[in-house]
């Protein structure tokens, strides 16, 4: 028989099949694209950085710049992906917010905190609940956020004494590593998560110094006694509306009257709680002088 391949029969081929094969190319680039994605090494949620608002609007220049552009060097190697989402006060948004926390799937939030005031026929004021309020057992308490991260960077290389212990540092880097299936951690080097730990050290610094210095840019819930600073006003901020837009009060001054609260989710892994610290001090460091004093 003869199976010689010759111009005049692969034109054949070309003029009667030419169809089917670009469907059969077509067909193995999506195959393939679509084995990649579901046996890739995805990012897991404590890796994708997830920012929020809710009844408040961020101006979308700044919080692009915080999450992706200039400003974002914040972030350790660790993340991978970093977003942000505006929630609108709605009953399908209350379901939908409830949802995504309690499935650990939100990291830091700016939320409305305008209690509305009620008065019953004697007179008596009752102060209402706000966003920030009704959500408050889901945000980390500032002063234990700061209390933790110190801790962990002890526990991992860095103490709060300033010095480095690089032999502790790269043992739990092994540890990490040795447990983890992601391939990620071998393109990553030992100096990078020094760096990494050395930024937890000091953003719990710095967090410690906000609480002893500027008590009054805390928002705590709870009963007298039991207090939890689990909301840092915005308004506080000096240059707030660079980030956010401002409401419009009876007066027709402008203003604000939003937290910021971080996520007390608990991670599968605990060296990946910190990373909305760090934004939360980029977030304080950006927009006001606060940090000023803050001495290493």
């Known amino acids: 028989m003869d199976n010689k391949i010759t111009k005049q029969r692969l034109k054949s081929l070309l003029s009667y099949d030419l ?60 993340i991978a992906e970093a977003t942000y989402y505006e929630f609108t006060e709605s ?16 990291d830091v939030i700016f939320a409305s905190d305008v209690r509305e005031i009620t008065e019953d026929e004697d007179g008596n004021e009752t102060e209402g609940d706000s966003i920030f309020t009704r959500y408050a057992l889901n945000f980390y308490d500032y002063q234990t956020l700061a209390e933790n991260a110190l801790e962990y960077a002890g526990t991992h290389g ?21 447990r983890s299936n992601s391939y990620r951690y071998g393109l990553v080097s030992v100096e990078q998560e020094r760096d990494r730990i050395e930024k937890v050290r000091q953003n719990a610094q710095k967090l410690a110094f906000l609480l002893d210095s500027h ?18 006003d915005v308004s506080k901020l000096d240059e707030w509306n660079r980030l956010l837009v401002p409401n419009t009060e009876d007066d027709g001054n402008e203003g604000i009257c939003a937290v910021l ?32 004093g803050y001495a290493a």
Do not use: H
Not at 215 to 232: D, K, W
């Open 19 to 78: 169809a089917k094969i670009i469907i059969i190319i077509v067909a193995a680039i999506l195959l393939w694209s679509l084995l990649f994605t579901m046996l890739g090494d995805a990012p897991s949620a404590g890796q994708k950085l997830q920012v929020y608002s809710y009844g408040v609007t961020l101006l979308n220049n700044e919080i692009d710049d915080l999450l992706t552009g200039s400003s974002s060097d914040y972030q350790s190697y660790e």
């Open 91 to 106: 009953y399908a948004t209350a379901q939908q917010f409830a949802a995504w926390s309690g499935a650990g799937e939100m």
């Open 158 to 178: 860095c103490p709060s004494d300033g010095s480095v212990e690089e032999g502790k540092i790269k043992a739990c880097f092994e540890k990490r590593k040795a």
């Open 215 to 232: 008590p009054e840019a805390f928002v705590s819930v709870g009963e007298e006694g039991e207090e939890r600073l689990v909301g840092f």
């Open 261 to 292: 609260a971080v996520f007390s989710n608990k991670r599968t892994d605990e060296d990946l709680f910190y990373e909305s610290l760090a934004f939360f001090i980029r977030v304080v460091e950006n927009y006001s002088t606060l940090l000023s």
